[in-house]
């Protein structure tokens, strides 16, 4: 789904738990709940956009800095794997429903995988994402990232991604840029799993 606002993309990823969030329902409660009270937190404040209508505002240096520099990295990273692939940031407006309650915005799509580009404004961060080359290491330096590139590539049905750090403060692209080829898991089902009790106790709010 192409849309032509940022408030209409906006509009449509506001009902949903979304793949850039999902990773506050993934955790584990101590309690046997089927959400952790991180979970359950986030239920409430999404509970909250719905009925009030207003939408949690995003700002900051570092938001900032990712907007400014994703195009370039994604220019380095097309440069680099000669991959046939489609930007989908700047203007463009994607998301791509999963179930009616979730969903994923690509930063950009080929034939057979999603790319995740991130940018760090904190160049220690982009230098720590070098630890990353699978799905294991990238759920171990970024579990959030790592939930959602997985439901980024069931909600596609692809079975790989790219997730992409970039920082052009450093001299070199093999500095500048790190590439790593992210596998999909099977873990559909505990991603639905999560998503069915954050509904269900949705619905009980609302």
Not at 8 to 37: D, V, Y
Not at 103 to 130: M, Q, R, T, W
Not at 154 to 179: M, W
Request: hydrophobic share 35%.
């Amino acid at each position: 789904m192409i849309f032509k606002s940022e408030q209409e993309w906006l509009n449509a990823r506001q009902m949903r738990f979304t793949a850039s969030e999902i990773h506050k329902l993934m955790g584990k409660s101590r309690s046997g709940s089927p959400l952790s009270k991180t979970g359950e937190t986030f239920v409430y404040e999404k509970a909250a956009e719905i009925l009030t209508g207003l939408q949690k505002e995003t700002f900051g240096a570092a938001l900032d800095w990712g907007k400014q520099y994703e195009s370039m990295a994604f220019d380095k990273f097309k440069n680099v794997t000669f991959e046939e692939v489609e930007y989908y940031g700047g203007e463009t407006h994607v998301f791509i429903p999963y179930t009616d309650y979730s969903g994923y915005s690509p930063d950009a799509l080929g034939g057979d995988f999603i790319v995740e580009i991130k940018c760090p404004f904190n160049s220690g961060i982009h230098l720590k994402n070098f630890k990353i080359y699978d799905a294991d290491s990238l759920k171990e330096v970024h579990p959030d990232y790592y939930w959602q590139m997985q439901l980024g590539m069931i909600a596609t049905a692809n079975e790989k991604g790219y997730f992409v750090s970039y920082d052009p403060r450093f001299e070199g692209i093999n500095k500048q840029l790190h590439i790593a080829e992210i596998e999909r898991h099977d873990v559909e089902f505990e991603i639905k799993e999560k998503l069915d009790a954050a509904v269900e106790l949705l619905n009980t709010i609302v």
